[in-house]
């Protein structure tokens, strides 16, 4: 199983400022990584897929890089909707595993 | 719109079962994988199980197997988890999510259905 780990647990953030969230893979996943914002009370939603990629609908100024063990989602300059817990998760092999979760709080 | 609706949540005591559907709409149901995540409280995402589109696999978490058994009706848009053997640390929130992609991701995902286990 590979393990994914994300850092830090708890980021505060001023708004307008800009936000680097991590993870690392256990093993290499390739570009096989998507990233997942979650605000209380709702089911997660799709940010970032195959390391890079922005989903439908998502704005410019959430970005995804990296490939193999190390990536990063930036933010570039948060809005007040952008305050949520962000989830990266490995979609290259089964199972399918996420991180824990990095909290993403205003400053 | 591509819509999903989990339901059957509830509360059921340990050694108990329960089954779990999700409703789809919007989109080829047959062609796509599924997937179960759940959610206990406070805490992070944790995948269940899947099922292929196509060729019907099934794929679960060692946390589940042997107890829990993932399906899909075709015919009626439709999936389901049948939950045996329940444990208090089944606890959490399921949400189904269509699998996207290849390998695929999630997206989008239901509104989720609470199951509580607990005498």
């Known amino acids: 199983e590979i393990v994914m780990t994300q850092s830090p647990v708890t980021l505060s953030v001023s708004p307008g400022e800009r936000a680097t969230l991590s993870c690392r893979a256990s093993?290499?996943?390739?570009?096989?990584l998507a990233w997942y914002q979650q605000k209380p009370g709702q089911a997660p939603r799709l940010l970032i897929y195959?390391?890079?990629t922005r989903a439908t609908d998502i704005p410019a100024r959430f970005s995804g890089s990296g490939s193999g063990t190390e990536f990063t989602l930036t933010i570039s300059s948060l809005q007040s909707e952008d305050f949520a817990v962000y989830y990266c998760?490995?979609?290259?092999?089964?199972?399918?595993?996420f991180g824990q979760g990095t909290k993403l709080d205003i400053k | 719109e591509v819509q999903l609706l989990e339901s059957g949540g509830g509360l059921v005591q340990p050694g108990g079962s329960l089954r779990l559907s999700c409703a789809a709409s919007?989109?080829?149901?047959?062609?796509?994988?599924m997937s179960w995540v759940r959610q206990a409280p406070g805490k992070g995402l944790e995948w269940v199980s899947a099922?292929?589109?196509?060729?019907?696999?099934?794929w679960y978490a060692d946390s589940v197997k042997g107890r829990f058994t993932i399906s899909r009706d075709n015919s009626k848009n439709t999936l389901f988890l049948q939950m045996n053997s329940l444990r208090v640390d089944d606890t959490a929130v399921y949400y189904c999510?269509?699998?996207?992609?290849?390998?695929?991701?999630?997206?989008?995902w239901g509104q989720g259905t609470l199951v509580t286990v607990s005498s």
């Open positions: 998760q490995q979609h290259s092999q089964w199972p399918r595993t």
């Open positions: 999510a269509r699998g996207s992609g290849s390998p695929h991701w999630f997206d989008p």
């Open positions: 099922i292929g589109g196509i060729d019907n696999g099934t």
């Open positions: 195959g390391a890079s």
């Open positions: 093993q290499s996943v390739d570009s096989n």
């Open positions: 919007g989109f080829t149901f047959r062609i796509h994988a």
